[in-house]
């Protein structure tokens, strides 16, 4: 086993596609079954011997060190760096650097702020020291390889190229994508230009191999989750509950999971891998499937609650039918209001009787840019 001890995590963005739960807080401080994607992320490095992070920020920055302070509540210890603007994964991962320790030979792991991934740290760090690679990018498979950039390798593992989204059926030249995390030479880190935006995966990558430097890719096809969406948010948080991805933040798997400190009426039915958060109620005859109910939240009788996340300090009145939905933080829904395709209240409405079909409240124009 290699002894590493230093990585960097990339925490900057605005997380655009998960509006409006991201208007106050940042997307890798959302909480997915009673923790925020960035715990479960340090959780499962500090289980990989990882005991310094350095956490790049730009974004609601102030956020992450009062959450989580100087990580000793994790077990490790965490740094931050800040981008005053943001400079993209490659220059953000130069900019994290500056707190780094490690010498030029050092492996440093990278991690993409907004991926839960059963990925096996130290069997991806093993293959990058027995091959003296430059850098190692964890790779997995995807069943639509035409919505991901593609990383083809040959039969050793070394990278190829790294390919654009393909367009044509033609060009889709292999099923592997990248998974984001990389581990690097702290001296390639230590190439990167300093002092404006750079991509990794447009620029970094593509001028390593154009240099003749070694980067492998090393597939594991257990759990990966890009958690870009709300849809994608619920399923992390049931997968958690129910232990299809460990991460080990959460001891108890089950088909739901429900903070002591709720109160649950009588005949509710909560499944399917549903969080209730602490505080919150559920009313009488309601039902909770495969959604995310946060703290301090009130829900009334006779409602339905599917595949969709509600935030903290909502109240939903009775009759109500929520489905693939997001309600985010302190809004009050009135009773009998039915959303489902994607609808999304933002955050402080109060809201009467409303029927949304993949709509906003308020009606926010080219919310998604």
């Given at each position: 086993?290699?002894?590493?001890?230093e990585?960097?995590?990339?925490?900057?963005?605005?997380?655009t596609?998960l509006k409006?739960l991201?208007?106050?807080?940042?997307?890798p401080m959302?909480?997915v079954?009673?923790?925020?994607?960035t715990?479960h992320?340090?959780?499962?490095a500090k289980k990989a011997n990882?005991?310094?992070?350095v956490?790049?920020?730009a974004f609601?920055?102030?956020?992450?060190?009062?959450k989580l302070?100087?990580?000793?509540?994790?077990?490790?210890?965490?740094?931050y760096?800040?981008?005053p603007e943001?400079?993209?994964?490659g220059?953000g991962i130069r900019?994290?650097?500056?707190?780094?320790k490690?010498?030029?030979?050092?492996?440093?792991v990278v991690?993409?702020g907004?991926?839960?991934s059963?990925?096996?740290i130290?069997?991806v760090?093993k293959?990058?020291?027995e091959?003296n690679?430059d850098?190692a990018l964890?790779?997995?498979?995807?069943?639509n390889?035409?919505?991901?950039?593609?990383?083809?390798?040959?039969?050793a593992?070394?990278?190829l190229?790294f390919?654009?989204?393909?367009e044509k059926?033609?060009d889709?030249?292999t099923?592997?994508?990248?998974?984001g995390m990389?581990?690097f030479k702290?001296?390639i880190?230590?190439t990167?230009?300093?002092?404006?935006?750079?991509s990794?995966?447009?620029?970094v990558?593509p001028?390593?191999?154009k240099?003749?430097?070694?980067?492998?890719g090393?597939?594991?096809?257990?759990?990966?989750?890009?958690?870009?969406?709300?849809?994608a948010?619920?399923?992390?948080?049931?997968d958690?509950?129910?232990?299809?991805?460990e991460?080990?933040?959460?001891k108890?798997h089950s088909?739901?999971?429900?903070e002591v400190?709720?109160?649950?009426d009588?005949?509710?039915?909560?499944?399917?891998?549903?969080?209730?958060?602490?505080?919150?109620k559920i009313?009488?005859?309601s039902?909770i499937?495969?959604?995310?109910?946060?703290?301090?939240?009130k829900?009334?009788m006779?409602?339905?609650i599917?595949s969709s996340?509600?935030?903290?300090n909502?109240i939903?009145?009775d009759?109500?039918?929520?489905?693939n939905s997001?309600?985010a933080?302190s809004?009050?829904?009135?009773s009998?209001?039915?959303l489902?395709?994607d609808?999304r209240?933002?955050p402080?409405?109060?809201?009467?009787?409303?029927?949304l079909?993949?709509?906003?409240?308020p009606e926010?124009?080219?919310w998604q840019?």
């Amino acid at each position: 086993m290699i002894f590493v001890t230093e990585a960097i995590l990339l925490v900057g963005g605005y997380g655009t596609r998960l509006k409006p739960l991201t208007i106050h807080t940042p997307k890798p401080m959302l909480e997915v079954a009673g923790f925020s994607v960035t715990s479960h992320q340090i959780a499962k490095a500090k289980k990989a011997n990882i005991n310094h992070i350095v956490l790049g920020t730009a974004f609601k920055a102030e956020v992450f060190k009062e959450k989580l302070g100087d990580g000793s509540s994790l077990g490790v210890q965490l740094s931050y760096a800040f981008e005053p603007e943001q400079l993209g994964t490659g220059g953000g991962i130069r900019n994290a650097a500056a707190l780094l320790k490690s010498g030029p030979e050092d492996p440093i792991v990278v991690f993409n702020g907004d991926v839960l991934s059963g990925v096996n740290i130290e069997k991806v760090l093993k293959i990058w020291k027995e091959k003296n690679a430059d850098v190692a990018l964890y790779l997995t498979k995807v069943k639509n390889p035409k919505a991901y950039g593609l990383v083809p390798t040959d039969e050793a593992g070394n990278v190829l190229a790294f390919l654009e989204k393909p367009e044509k059926d033609e060009d889709i030249v292999t099923d592997q994508i990248n998974a984001g995390m990389y581990i690097f030479k702290r001296k390639i880190i230590d190439t990167i230009q300093t002092g404006r935006v750079v991509s990794v995966e447009r620029e970094v990558f593509p001028n390593l191999l154009k240099n003749n430097y070694k980067v492998i890719g090393v597939v594991d096809e257990s759990y990966w989750l890009d958690l870009g969406t709300p849809n994608a948010f619920v399923k992390g948080s049931c997968d958690l509950v129910t232990g299809k991805i460990e991460t080990g933040l959460i001891k108890n798997h089950s088909e739901k999971m429900i903070e002591v400190s709720a109160q649950i009426d009588e005949n509710v039915l909560i499944s399917n891998g549903s969080y209730v958060g602490n505080n919150s109620k559920i009313g009488k005859n309601s039902k909770i499937d495969s959604s995310a109910i946060s703290s301090q939240v009130k829900i009334g009788m006779n409602c339905v609650i599917k595949s969709s996340i509600i935030a903290k300090n909502v109240i939903i009145e009775d009759n109500c039918v929520i489905e693939n939905s997001v309600i985010a933080d302190s809004v009050v829904l009135g009773s009998e209001s039915i959303l489902k395709n994607d609808s999304r209240i933002w955050p402080d409405q109060k809201v009467g009787k409303v029927l949304l079909d993949n709509q906003t409240i308020p009606e926010v124009a080219n919310w998604q840019n």
